[in-house]
């Protein structure tokens, strides 16, 4: 029998085709319920300020390249929501006088417009973020050369190529947005075999960094938080690292600051995850199956999911 329609995106997948008794169990939580979720594979660490938070952030940065050697090289998958983290790294490397040649970094995502990744001149490029927030300001004398630094295009041979290479990725961070992603790993179209039922969790992991169309949903949020609420700004489509290469990260850590997803959302990924309900309808679920998951939230963005008329 096939699964009720999206609320959201009649054609597509996404949290809204879950049964009702996964989104009431999740929408209850309280925030003392939410510390308790955490289980072997999966831990909820909260931070009472921002400052604590976006510090714990960069530092995961500061550990990864603090691991790497010449002939043992480690590197970080990294974000551009949240950013606030990416100045903070380049300070703390520059202040604590780190030496970061050997380390690896690999971008997440980038738009796609007319079948080729934005240049880095475009005003919403991940990649000029990247580089403008962290990379340049770290002295020459102490960062990785470019060909450390692995950002996707629509030529994905590279970038996935780059994983294989001889860096191991210690962590990956990610946020998570409205449509409930890492990176830009979407929930499906609903359309030929997927038309019932969404692409099952193992057929969902196996893939690999690819462009990919994004969810009605995503692309309003990413006008809603980069471009004034512009949607005619973002691009619809866009290349994004793959739950393949997320598998060969050491560890997944996922940020929420309140500013990305609301109150549900940050409720309903980490229940799914806790309980082992992976669902490909929301991606960030499958994390249920990674050995090694942490959910960092900081209190006064987490709310509550009390009806209130505003």
């Known amino acids: 029998m096939p699964r009720k329609l999206s609320s959201l995106a009649p054609d597509w997948w996404d949290y809204t085709t879950l049964d009702t008794d996964i989104i009431e169990a999740a929408a209850s939580l309280t925030m003392k319920q939410m510390e308790k979720l955490s289980r072997p594979g999966f831990r909820v ?7 604590d938070f976006y510090l714990a952030e960069a530092l995961e940065y500061i ?14 998958c990294g974000p551009i929501g949240p950013t606030e983290q990416l100045p903070l790294v380049a300070r703390l490397v520059k202040e604590l006088g780190l030496d970061v040649r050997s380390g690896h970094f690999w ?10 990744v934005v240049p880095v001149t475009h005003p919403l490029s991940f990649e000029k973020c990247d580089r403008e927030m962290c990379f340049d300001r770290i002295p020459k004398k102490q960062r990785m050369p470019d060909a450390n630094l692995h950002f996707p295009d629509a030529d994905t041979a590279p970038f996935r190529k780059s994983w294989d290479a001889g860096a191991r990725c210690a962590v990956m961070q990610g946020g998570q947005g409205d449509i409930k992603h890492w990176a830009f790993n979407d929930p499906l179209r609903r359309k030929g075999k997927y038309k019932n039922q969404p692409p099952s969790p193992a057929e969902y992991r196996k893939l690999k960094t690819r462009v990919v169309e994004l969810h009605p949903v995503t692309i309003a949020q990413n006008a809603r938080t980069s471009g004034g609420g512009n949607v005619t700004l973002v691009p619809t489509a866009a290349v994004t690292v793959g739950p ?11 940020w929420h600051a309140g500013t990305h997803d609301n109150p549900f959302g940050q409720r309903l990924t980490a229940y799914m995850i806790s309980k082992g309900i992976a669902d490909s309808s929301v991606p960030m679920s499958l994390l249920a199956d990674h050995p090694n998951v942490q959910f960092n939230y900081y209190r006064g963005g987490i709310g509550n999911c009390d009806v209130e008329m505003h």
């Open 244 to 254: 393949y290469e997320t598998w060969k990260s050491d560890k997944v850590s996922i």
């Open 107 to 116: 971008g997440m995502d980038e738009w796609v417009i007319d079948g080729k």
């Open 45 to 51: 660490v909260m931070y009472d300020t921002l400052e």
């Open 63 to 76: 550990d990864a390249w603090r691991q790497s050697t010449d002939d043992n090289p480690v590197g970080i």
